[in-house]
């Protein structure tokens, strides 16, 4: 079936650095997400992105984070600064259409700041 | 505060057994229901969804949804060792929530399915 790469599986970084997760979505895919999943907790909703724009966007896309995906290449989550707090699994989706019903996830990247 | 509950944390089940698995959402607005399943190290992928009362059947599996208590059930018949796997259990708020792919998950059920 349709697959959604993240590159890489795990990073390590310290706290300050810059991060950029990279999703490889579903080729013909329009709408993109990020998800956050803390060790031991539930995944939570950062943000969702079409057309070059943040539709929507949780309280924990902090102002430290930024997606982007230009030209039909990656669809990144930036981080700059790191912070402890953002150790965690990082989960992409996409979708064909609006609407949960087609949404496809990624396998994740854990992501470890020290 | 947690929109979505799933119980229970872990379930064994012998192979060939039924595996019942319960979510329920605390938040009135939280109305959409999906199940996904989660191998180890593997990406979620969705089993089914239900949005009205009711029951839905496909091959082994089954799903329940009670709108007025806001609670759904996956049931797996004839349990595999293959079926053992992270169920998650996630809602939106309504048509408009699903829209935007704006996902509420549970933390998930450990399903073990012993041959």
């Known amino acids: 079936g349709p697959k959604v790469l993240q590159i890489p599986s795990h990073q390590i970084i310290d706290m300050g650095q810059m991060v950029t997760l990279n999703c490889d979505p579903v080729s013909n895919h329009l709408y993109f997400y990020w998800y956050k999943q803390i060790l031991g907790q539930q995944m939570e909703f950062l943000v969702n992105f079409y057309n070059g724009k943040v539709m929507e966007k949780s309280k924990l896309f902090k102002d430290q984070f930024s997606v982007e995906r230009p030209d039909g290449s990656y669809f990144t989550l930036k981080i700059q600064p790191t912070a402890l707090e953002d150790s965690a699994v990082y989960f992409c989706a996409s979708s064909l259409e609006q609407g949960a019903e087609t949404l496809y996830f990624g396998s994740g990247t854990r992501l470890t700041v020290l | 505060q947690q929109k979505v509950q799933q119980s229970p944390e872990s379930l064994i089940v012998p192979e060939g057994g039924m595996a019942s698995l319960n979510c329920t959402s605390s938040d009135r607005n939280v109305d959409y229901f999906w199940w996904y399943r989660q191998h180890s190290g593997k990406s979620p992928k969705m089993l089914m969804s239900i949005f009205s009362n009711g029951e839905k059947e496909e091959g082994r599996f089954t799903v329940h949804l009670n709108k007025a208590s806001l609670h759904t059930s996956l049931h797996i018949r004839d349990s595999q060792p293959s079926d053992s796997a992270l169920y998650l259990c996630?809602?939106?708020?309504?048509?408009?929530?699903?829209?935007?792919?704006?996902?509420?998950f549970g933390a998930g059920t450990q399903l073990i399915v012993i041959p």
């Open positions: 996630a809602a939106s708020m309504g048509y408009r929530g699903s829209a935007l792919g704006r996902l509420h």
